[in-house]
């Protein structure tokens, strides 16, 4: 076991990965000789060579449709977008092509993609780098969204969206990518996708979250000794309704926190799902705590943010439910 923070331990999955597979090839901007912007590729092209992680242009629609085409060629890229902000140039490539090959050629071609970006908030980027766009993926058949809320779940999540066979949406939570350590296992290993964890336990609540908003709950909740469950969903599609209805079945009390905008967010999909399949359960309102609806701001970024405060009045108002 070795302590590191996110970027070390998906710097070592990729580093594991290109090691024991020649298949695997990045590309992105500045990713080789800078190491990425947040240098989680650092010393990769130093190790592996430009071949293997290559710098591309500024050009997202190329460094999709570039790794689409490696894929259904027999390589496996890892193409990593600056920011996520900067994604929706590339929207045609990965919704029309990426998503549907599988379908389109009955099995026949896959697309196995791994495509890495930095989302969320918490660097005051300010509009254009702090979007959390899960749910544009999220509403795409074919396309499978992770996203991480630690250092060791980052490295095995990472190393099994590698190894998936489909194209599989990586979403790095650059909030926590450097302040959250954690024992990480040294060498190769993988955590299945599709798989949610309990990261703690309790009878009185549910709450459904992930990325950069674990920790942020869990503060809240042990802060404030609030006895319920914390669902870390790690796969955001599709996700992991069994262990949510389990929960939601022992406590009663639903909680659905996301730092994007709240109209058609995850939670709201997560909502309806405990709504078709535990609503005996359930003893109140199923409440979400989200962004608001509107665009990332450059200031006062903890006005935007869920936050302490706004976790507990959600929770109380759910114990008021009996």
């Known amino acids: 076991m070795t302590e590191m923070n996110m970027v070390q331990a998906l710097n070592s999955a990729l580093d594991l990965s290109m090691a024991a597979d020649d298949s695997i090839i990045l590309l992105g901007e500045d990713i080789g000789v800078d190491g990425g912007v947040f240098r989680v590729t650092e010393?990769?092209?130093?190790?592996?060579?430009?071949?293997?992680?290559?710098?591309?242009?500024?050009?997202?629609?190329?460094?999709?449709?570039?790794?689409?085409?490696?894929?259904?060629t027999g390589l496996k890229p890892i193409a990593e977008i600056q920011f996520q902000?900067?994604?929706?140039t590339a929207m045609d490539?990965?919704?029309?092509?990426?998503?549907?090959?599988?379908?389109?050629?009955?099995?026949?071609?896959?697309?196995?993609?791994?495509?890495?970006?930095?989302?969320?908030?918490?660097?005051?980027?300010?509009?254009?780098?702090?979007?959390?766009?899960?749910?544009?993926?999220?509403?795409?058949?074919?396309?499978?969204?992770?996203?991480?809320?630690?250092?060791?779940?980052?490295?095995?999540?990472?190393?099994?969206?590698?190894?998936?066979?489909?194209?599989?949406?990586?979403?790095?939570?650059?909030?926590?990518?450097r302040t959250i350590k954690?024992?990480?296992?040294?060498g190769s290993y993988a955590i299945p996708l599709r798989k949610?964890?309990?990261?703690?336990?309790?009878?009185?609540?549910?709450?459904?979250?992930?990325?950069s908003m674990v920790p942020t709950v869990r503060d809240a909740f042990e802060k404030n000794n609030v006895n319920g469950d914390i669902i870390d969903l790690r796969t955001l599609m599709p996700f992991d309704i069994e262990t949510i209805v389990k929960s939601v079945e022992k406590t009663g009390r639903v909680l659905v926190v996301h730092e994007a905008p709240r109209t058609l967010g995850l939670g709201a999909?997560?909502?309806?799902?405990?709504?078709?399949?535990?609503?005996?359960?359930?003893?109140?309102?199923?409440?979400?705590?989200?962004?608001?609806?509107?665009?990332?701001?450059?200031?006062?970024?903890?006005?935007?943010?869920?936050?302490?405060?706004r976790i507990m009045k959600a929770v109380n108002k759910l114990s008021e439910y009996r």
């Open 93 to 177: 490539q990965i919704i029309n092509q990426a998503a549907k090959i599988r379908y389109r050629s009955a099995g026949q071609y896959t697309v196995p993609m791994v495509l890495r970006t930095p989302y969320g908030g918490g660097i005051k980027g300010g509009l254009y780098h702090s979007q959390s766009g899960e749910t544009y993926f999220a509403h795409t058949a074919g396309l499978t969204v992770v996203s991480p809320s630690n250092p060791a779940d980052a490295k095995g999540l990472l190393i099994s969206s590698i190894g998936y066979g489909d194209p599989v949406i990586f979403l790095e939570p650059k909030r926590i990518y």
């Open 269 to 309: 999909e997560i909502s309806a799902a405990i709504a078709e399949r535990a609503m005996e359960s359930l003893l109140g309102p199923i409440l979400r705590v989200t962004g608001p609806d509107s665009p990332f701001p450059y200031r006062h970024e903890e006005y935007y943010l869920p936050n302490e405060k």
């Open 43 to 72: 010393g990769l092209q130093k190790k592996y060579g430009p071949e293997r992680v290559n710098d591309t242009p500024l050009v997202e629609l190329g460094i999709v449709g570039m790794a689409i085409g490696m894929a259904l």
């Open 85 to 88: 902000d900067f994604i929706y």
């Open 182 to 186: 954690g024992e990480v296992k040294d």
């Open 196 to 211: 949610a964890a309990v990261v703690r336990e309790g009878d009185d609540i549910t709450a459904i979250t992930y990325g």
